[in-house]
């Protein structure tokens, strides 16, 4: 290793340098992780706690031999830390990865192989899988990514969860299909395309299944003639970059740019972006698994492992991130405050996020670190944190997850039992109620001394359907799953479902059940929209989207699970409805919040009988109603809504809550019909009601008041 002088003083100081193979290099910056261009070369850092030995390969793009090998000289590493600064590199010419050496024993959890190719854990950019559905021959390359991306002066969404009305979606299926009508199906700029329909129907914020690099071809296979790939995304390849097959266009070193001119301009359209982030485990499976990042970095600081060395399974995909290791829980936060500053994401979604909580050994834990410092973080102060509070370990967390008055949870409750109630479970009754009103029996009440954090209603997010599970239109056409084309013999996703074919299973062109299902999904749209928490809903519900009945289309690319556009047409009256209640429930923000207390002295929310003066229902009720009332100071008048949800088979006559001021109740929504077949009245087109109003079979119907 020979040593000499910088030969520019304008490029560094004048400091000792080396050369090795070749390149002139220098000691790097040790708190950077990754690959990071400079003026004058590349800054490579990376670290190993158990490893020996580190080197650094360069690739020719898509060259599986390295052109060069720079091992890291001793003297470059601090602690477990090894940088190096390699001068000359033009970042458009190479591609990069390491070899790390240290002991191989499995049953101690150490798997180091000097031979082994390894993918930087840090890296922004991933090289090999920008085609979809190849699968990647040879090594994981990194490429280092030039970020000159302007965001301008976009200021970040201060908009409160409760506020945002999510719409869950798969950037790949969302447009794929033909019917999508986009120059670029199946890509970031193919759901770019569709922003204005995203604005027409009202959705504020917008979860992306997820979209960091990933390996669809994991155990590809075919059946029927068809190809199956893992095509949602759940085996995580690279947390740091995003998936380059949902790009139109080839980005070589600003792999990003088409991500961030669609969260741009979702943003300049008033629509957040919340990200599905998976860091219970990775695509590198269990013991059979490949090794071709975190294994062979650490494998025993990555994922827990037993006492053997093999690998716990809480996530039912292989092995376990080892979330609250120091070394693992600074790589999580890293990654988000990435997401978050480099691409101005709004919030995330955390997939079996009670691993999140589990100790090195797989216990539980009380007060879990990595919870508390995302909870703190100044950076994620304003993001959006949204727990799925279970996993596959059998830890059921809704109602208990270590929120730190700051995570909100998907409501696994509020599914179950709306589901169940909606379809005529009489014994479900009570939790719906609770349910519609926040589950305040989870969460209890918005505590005003936390105002900002999520607390009381703020922390549920309500939903009935979702990516895992039948489609909202599936939900009434099917009392089983027919996931038979998924190759397990029927086997796989879930067989608790709560749904209801309304008289036949799957297509029919009997008219009265096809009536009788869509009035179902308006149903569940009024009841979702008007009930306090977050509503979240599944791409396509608002048009009557089916998968035909499979549950768990998780390897379905195919019209199995790309979204067909032309029931959009078809089905524009669900559409329709959908706008209208999404605007509804902007317009009242009595349901979304609580308020100061109404100026009539009604109080603020109740949930009632067929007689609304009993503010009690029976545990096996097939009808109630919940009354949402209090003073908006924007509008400068009482807010009152009152949502009565009939689910018995024949009709039910209700009363309405008496106003103890002049005024009276008007008819907004009624999802059984009138005799001129509206089943919802524009602003200031209500039908006035006196007293009394007769709910039909399966209905739901909702009242304003106007006082006077």
């Not at 898509?62 to 001068?87: N, Q, R, T, W």
């Not at 809480?314 to 999580?332: A, D, E, K, R, Y």
């Not at 029996?441 to 599970?469: I, M, P, R």
């Amino acid at each position: 290793m020979k040593l000499y002088k910088n030969a520019s003083a304008a490029m560094l100081p004048v400091l000792p340098m080396a050369e090795i193979s070749g390149f002139p290099v220098r000691a790097g910056m040790y708190e950077v992780n990754g690959a990071m261009e400079l003026p004058y070369g590349v800054n490579f850092t990376v670290h190993t706690h158990h490893g020996t030995s580190c080197e650094l390969l360069l690739f020719y793009r898509e060259h599986e031999e390295p052109y060069a090998v720079l091992p890291f000289p001793e003297e470059y590493k601090i602690g477990d830390v090894y940088s190096m600064i390699v001068f000359g590199l033009n970042i458009e010419e190479f591609e990069y990865a390491y070899r790390v050496d240290g002991p191989y024993d499995p049953e101690k959890g150490l798997l180091f192989d000097k031979k082994q190719i390894l993918l930087d854990p840090y890296a922004r950019a991933v090289t090999g899988q920008s085609v979809w559905g190849e699968k990647k021959m040879g090594s994981y390359h990194a490429r280092v990514v030039h970020d000159a991306f302007d965001w301008g002066a976009m200021p970040q969404s201060k908009q409160k969860l409760s506020d945002l009305i999510i719409y869950e979606l798969h950037v790949r299926g969302f447009t794929r299909h033909e019917s999508s009508g986009v120059r670029h199906p199946g890509t970031f700029a193919g759901l770019r395309e569709k922003i204005p329909y995203l604005k027409e129907l009202g959705i504020n914020a917008v979860e992306l299944m997820p979209i960091f690099e990933f390996d669809e071809t994991v155990n590809a296979r075919e059946i029927d003639g068809r190809k199956l790939l893992e095509c949602w995304g759940y085996n995580t390849v690279s947390f740091f970059a995003p998936n380059t097959s949902y790009t139109a266009a080839i980005e070589y070193n600003n792999e990003g740019t088409e991500l961030k001119e669609l969260i741009r301009d979702l943003h300049k359209n008033g629509i957040e972006v919340i990200l599905d982030v998976v860091f219970n485990h990775t695509a590198e499976g269990n013991e059979n698994g490949p090794c071709f990042c975190f294994k062979g970095f650490d494998n025993k600081v990555y994922y827990m492992l037993t006492p053997d060395g093999n690998y716990y399974n809480f996530s039912g995909c292989g092995n376990t991130l080892n979330c609250n290791h120091p070394i693992v829980h600074q790589m999580i936060l890293e990654c988000l405050r990435h997401w978050t500053i480099n691409y101005r994401v709004d919030g995330f979604r955390f997939d079996l996020a009670s691993i999140l909580g589990r100790n090195e050994d797989g216990s539980p834990m009380n007060n879990p670190p990595l919870l508390r410092a995302l909870a703190y973080d100044p950076v994620l102060s304003n993001v959006k944190l949204i727990a799925e509070a279970w996993d596959a370990g059998g830890m059921y967390q809704v109602g208990s997850f270590p929120a730190s008055r700051r995570w909100a949870e998907w409501n696994g409750r509020y599914r179950d039992a709306l589901r169940g109630f909606l379809k005529g479970d009489c014994w479900e009754a009570r939790i719906a109620a609770w349910s519609i009103c926040g589950s305040g029996d989870l969460y209890g009440g918005f505590d005003q001394e936390y105002k900002g954090d999520y607390a009381g209603y703020n922390s549920s997010v309500n939903f009935l359907t979702c990516h895992d599970g039948f489609t909202l239109y599936d939900l009434y056409a099917y009392n089983e799953k027919h996931n038979e084309m998924n190759g397990w013999d029927n086997s796989d996703g879930s067989n608790d479902n709560r749904s209801w074919n309304c008289g036949a299973e799957g297509e029919t062109s009997n008219y009265d059940v096809l009536s009788l299902r869509y009035r179902m999904i308006r149903n569940a749209c009024a009841v979702l929209m008007c009930s306090r928490g977050t509503p979240m809903f599944l791409a396509g519900d608002e048009f009557g989207n089916t998968q035909f009945g499979n549950n768990n289309c998780y390897c379905q690319d195919n019209e199995f699970s790309w979204l067909d556009w032309s029931y959009l047409h078809k089905n524009r009256e669900l559409f329709e409805f959908f706008k209208y209640m999404i605007a509804f429930r902007k317009d009242h923000r009595v349901i979304r919040e609580k308020l100061p207390d109404a100026v009539c002295g009604m109080e603020g929310m109740h949930v009632h009988d067929i007689h609304a003066e009993r503010q009690m229902i029976d545990e096996n009720a097939r009808t109630f109603s919940v009354s949402f009332i209090g003073y908006d100071r924007k509008k400068g008048h009482d807010d009152m809504v009152y949502l009565s949800v009939n689910t018995y088979w024949e009709p039910v006559t209700i009363t309405l809550p008496n106003l103890r001021k002049a005024g009276k109740w008007y008819l907004c929504v009624d999802t059984f019909g009138d005799e001129c077949g509206r089943y919802y009245y524009r602003k200031g087109q209500e039908r006035r009601i006196e007293g009394n109003y007769t709910l039909q079979p399966r209905t739901v119907a909702i009242f304003c008041a106007k006082t006077f």
